[in-house]
């Protein structure tokens, strides 16, 4: 009897401990989403979002560049990036770093083709169009709703694509290489949608 009695206060003990620990857990994600809605608000997602959204659309293009080819058009991916690199990033592209990139792989293309890797050539066409764009896409269309459409529509149709050739919308996410094609074009829809919600809001 004392046994038993003992049993059931240390299962009290052990809830009571339990139940304690779910409360401060509680009270700390709401201070933490307090502090986040304070630090940046919505925006601070959104930029939090982009990042997310550049380093998919760069993890579908190293995929595409190893030996996980798809049957993507991920050429597509270079205006996606153009559009989503975090500014941090991008200036520091379209400053004097990106045009020694953008020289020295146009010399390396120029002259000596064949040291040229193939995988190379889509990141060199990312850091040329960085470099030359002109200031209403680098500095206008890229920070507006045009921009965040047109990576919608980007995203929407390596979707679909993806899906057709993967054989429907099962198989795209149940053959091996599949999945992580499908995480990574999912990453690149909640970006534009985000945005695009927040600027109707």
């Known amino acids: 009897m004392g046994k038993n009695s003992y049993m059931a206060m240390k299962t009290e003990l052990t809830t009571g401990l339990i139940t304690s620990d779910l409360k401060d857990l509680g009270n700390a994600a709401k201070k933490l989403a307090s ?5 940046g608000g919505l925006g601070f997602g959104t930029s939090f979002l982009q990042w997310v959204a550049a380093f998919a659309a760069i993890y579908l293009l190293i995929l595409d560049r190893t030996n996980w080819k798809t049957n993507m058009l991920t050429s597509l991916l270079i205006p996606y990036i153009f559009f989503t690199l975090p500014s941090i990033l991008f200036n520091l592209f379209r400053g004097e770093i990106g045009k020694w990139v953008a020289f020295i792989a ?3 293309r120029l002259f000596l083709p064949r040291h040229f890797p193939d995988w190379l ?5 990312l850091i040329l169009l960085i470099v030359v764009a002109p200031s209403l896409f680098a500095d206008t269309v890229r920070d507006s709703w045009v921009g965040v459409v047109i990576c919608l529509a ?3 149709y390596l979707l679909q694509e993806h899906i057709r050739v993967s054989g429907g919308f099962r ?4 053959k091996s290489h599949g999945i992580s094609n499908s995480v990574g074009i999912i990453l690149l829809l909640v970006y534009p949608v ?8």
Do not use: M, R
Not at 35 to 39: V, Y
Not at 171 to 174: G, H, P, V, Y
């Open 35 to 39: 502090h986040a809605i304070k630090l």
């Open 106 to 108: 146009v010399i390396l």
């Open 121 to 125: 050539e889509l990141p060199a066409a």
């Open 154 to 156: 980007i995203g929407c």
């Open 171 to 174: 198989n795209s996410f149940t």
């Open 194 to 201: 985000w945005a695009l919600v927040l600027d109707v809001l």
